[in-house]
């Protein structure tokens, strides 16, 4: 079989503390890239892999063994793996990429795919932004923050990043399951006006808002919104033409 196909997943949130059995939540994504790693030749991790990971200079958090590790396989096999962080999966610094043989983006890609072009980033700096989220956004970009926050011991920080993630799932607004009408998704304005300065663009794929969707921007923009691993199990394929919605199982 050969490997001609690109996949795109987002929101994994693995080891969050609102899952109810993370063990099992974790062998599923891996079988799915077990499965998917015959036919595979670039893969994209669109943020919030991870629902909290924080490098320390010397150690590494624990957990996610099998993960990891069925990245680092298919790395090693030639695969292309890009992770794009989230607002979950902030703190990847130099350990993963260099332990699994990934490249790790903060932001924004924009790359030829088969000739298709493609823009792909998390989402959530997209639309505009809550006061108090573009203040936290900010805050724990800041690397003057982070190295603050690294001072402070694990079992202190790793109760409060679960705390509050668990905290944030709760409070998600019922009316962000669906896109919005088109003069009120944040999603959709956007994609509207830069698709008017990016014309030649031909898929916009993004995570963050744990739905799915697929809608035509412009004149044949696809904008591909990827859904979750929590509710969904889903993720995208492009198999040089299209991009498709699946959902795992």
């Not at 929101?11 to 099992?24: M, Q």
């Not at 015959?38 to 919030?48: A, F, H, K, Q």
């Not at 909290?52 to 957990?63: A, D, K, L």
């Not at 203040?135 to 402070?152: A, D, E, M, V, W």
Request: glycine content about 8%; overall charge neutral.
């Amino acid at each position: 079989m050969s490997r001609d196909l690109t996949y795109f997943v987002s929101d994994l949130h693995l080891g969050a503390s609102y899952i109810p059995n993370n063990r099992e939540h974790e062998l599923l994504v891996v079988s799915w890239l077990k499965e998917i790693s015959p036919n595979c030749r670039e893969l994209y991790l669109v943020g919030d892999i991870l629902d909290y990971w924080f490098e320390y200079r010397n150690v590494v958090p624990r957990g996610f063994t099998r993960f990891f590790g069925q990245l680092a396989s298919m790395a090693d096999e030639g695969i292309k793996i890009t992770w794009l962080i989230g607002n979950h999966d902030i703190w990847i610094f130099d350990y993963l990429p260099a332990e699994l043989g990934i490249e790790v983006v903060d932001g924004a890609i924009l790359r030829s795919i088969d000739g298709k072009n493609f823009y792909i980033t998390h989402g959530d700096a997209i639309g505009s932004l809550k006061p108090g989220f573009r203040f936290i956004r900010s805050f724990f970009r800041n690397p003057i923050c982070q190295k603050l926050y690294s001072g402070i011991h694990p079992r202190w920080t790793i109760p409060f990043a679960h705390a509050w993630s668990s905290s944030s799932r709760k409070g998600y607004k019922q009316e962000y399951n669906s896109l919005l009408p088109d003069d009120k998704d944040p999603y959709l304005m956007w994609a509207k006006d830069y698709i008017a300065q990016h014309p030649s663009l031909d898929f916009i794929i993004l995570g963050h808002r744990h739905i799915m969707a697929d809608k035509i921007i412009g004149e044949h923009c696809h904008l591909i919104v990827l859904g979750d691993w929590i509710r969904n199990f889903s993720f995208a394929v492009y198999d040089g033409k299209d991009v498709i919605l699946k959902k795992y199982h």
